[in-house]
């Protein structure tokens, strides 16, 4: 039995396309086998706090006398905790102007903690998180896979890296705004790229 963490992050919510392929990758888990339980998070109606100078200050291990402070460090602690017990991590990060979701970054401002996630040496830091296996799925309204106008992939590379997590994944669902077939291809080849890895895992 796997723990699978999801994390949703689009802002189109019933309609987002990233959300409906996490969907179908979960249907696919179970036609194969696979008896997985869920921690699901739709980032986008959890009122993440911002890191701003406070709660960074406060992460650490500065004043945290402030209620909405301690709240934001319970927060983080608990999102933590999730992350670490998981064995498989799925995130939803639609590219919104070339970036990840703002939600999204918030969360890793939350869980990429020094000492807790990660700790510094004397040359590179080390990641904490152990034996966590990430799949990201992000759609596009063009194609950016492989350009440097695609700043989601190496943004999440990095920081799930810094964190321990270095078996990573992506599936993209590019061209969703090139007309007349670009949406449907690409959907089509999100869709293959999921069974492939239903498959692999």
Known sequence: MSKVLILKSSINGQTSLTNQLIDELKV??????????????DLTTMGLPKLDHSLFAA??????????????????????KELKASDLLIIGAPMYNLNVPTDLKKWFDLVARARETFRYTETYPQGLVEDVRA????????????????????????VLGLMGINDVEFIYAEGMDIKPHGRDTGIAHARQCLEQTTLQS
């Open 59 to 80: 992460m650490r291990g500065g004043d945290d006398s402030e209620p909405a402070i301690r709240q934001a460090i319970a927060l983080s602690d608990k999102l933590i």
């Open 135 to 158: 799949v990201v799925i992000s759609s596009r309204g063009g194609v950016h896979e492989g350009q440097q106008t695609d700043a989601v992939t190496p943004y999440l590379r990095s």
């Open 28 to 41: 696919l888990r179970k036609n194969v086998g696979h008896k997985d339980t869920y921690i699901e998070h």
